[in-house]
Structures are given as structure tokens and as C-alpha cells.
């Protein structure tokens, strides 16, 4: 008799919402979700970029996403959280996100191309997951343009 191994799992997402609209991040990317905290601005950054978070001995750049994708400013409300990802091995990076509160497995075949090219290389794959309720992929690869990245992630010896 064969043994068959269970299907994996699909991958858990956090969920929030910027406006009306929902969206997933990977949860494998997220490494806390918090309450907002009081940033450091950054002088000539763009609008989006809402400021430096000090945490735990690091300083860690974080963006508006509502600005990013929208051009306003995110809601600040008691369920607006900073969310601070792993944007590289060695590098975090925070988002200010609304309604980021749960946290939900997305199953990988029941995802959909958005069926246009917006150009924006981190809006992913879309799912439905009702009527009238569609979740939106976010990629954290693309999400900061090279010149933008260059300026909060400067090589290390430009400090030396």
C-alpha cells in the first residue's frame, strides 16, 4: 500500500486594507507586526517614504503604502500597524498599513493575473474571496524604485 503525503499547506498572508480595498503581503516576509510609532523624517525623501523607525538598535526606513500606491496618506486609526519585513537578508523595512489584523491562508491555484499591466512590479495576482471581495498580491521586491533604495539602504562603506 502506497503512503501519500498531504498537500502543503497553503501559505498564510497578513491581510489589511489600504482604502476600500484589501491586499496580502507574505507572512513569511513579516517579522512584526506593531502599533505606530513615532518616526525620524527624511528630508527630500518622496511623500512616501514616512520616516525612520529606531528598534532594537536599528534603523529601519518606513513607507506610506497608502501613499505609495494612492497618493494620500494612510488613515491613522487603532488599526493602522507598522508592519516591519525582511526586505533582504541583512536589511528590514516597514510599512505603514490600515487594518493589517489578520492574518489568512491563500491558496496558490485559486490566484488570477490582474488582467492589465499596470506597470508596477509589485501589485501581484489577485483572488477572489467572495462576491464583491478581492484580495490583491503585494511583493516587496519592486516596491522601492533602485534610486529610492540606494538613498535609505546606502552601501555601508559611504559611512565609514
Not at 30 to 53: F, S
Not at 84 to 106: C, D, F, M
Amino acid at each position: 500500500m502506497a503512503l501519500t503525503s498531504a498537500p502543503e499547506p497553503a501559505p498564510l498572508h497578513l491581510l489589511f486594507s489600504l482604502g476600500a480595498d484589501r491586499y496580502a503581503l507574505p507572512a513569511s516576509v513579516v517579522r512584526k507586526v506593531m502599533p505606530l510609532q513615532r518616526l525620524k523624517h527624511v528630508p527630500e525623501a518622496p511623500a512616501w517614504v514616512a520616516g525612520l523607525l529606531s528598534y532594537r538598535g536599528e534603523i529601519i526606513p518606513v513607507l506610506d503604502l497608502c501613499q505609495r500606491i494612492f497618493g494620500h496618506m494612510a488613515r491613522h486609526s487603532i488599526n493602522t500597524r507598522l508592519v516591519l519585513l525582511h526586505y533582504s537578508p541583512t536589511q528590514s523595512l516597514g510599512l505603514i498599513l490600515e487594518k493589517a489584523n489578520q492574518v489568512v491562508r491563500l491558496p496558490s491555484l485559486a490566484q488570477q493575473p490582474m488582467g492589465l499591466d499596470a506597470g508596477v512590479p509589485y501589485l501581484g495576482s489577485v483572488q477572489a474571496q467572495g462576491p464583491g471581495d478581492v484580495i490583491q498580491r503585494i511583493s516587496i521586491e519592486g516596491l522601492l524604485p533602485p534610486d529610492v533604495a540606494q538613498m535609505l539602504f546606502p552601501p555601508e562603506d559611504r559611512h565609514a
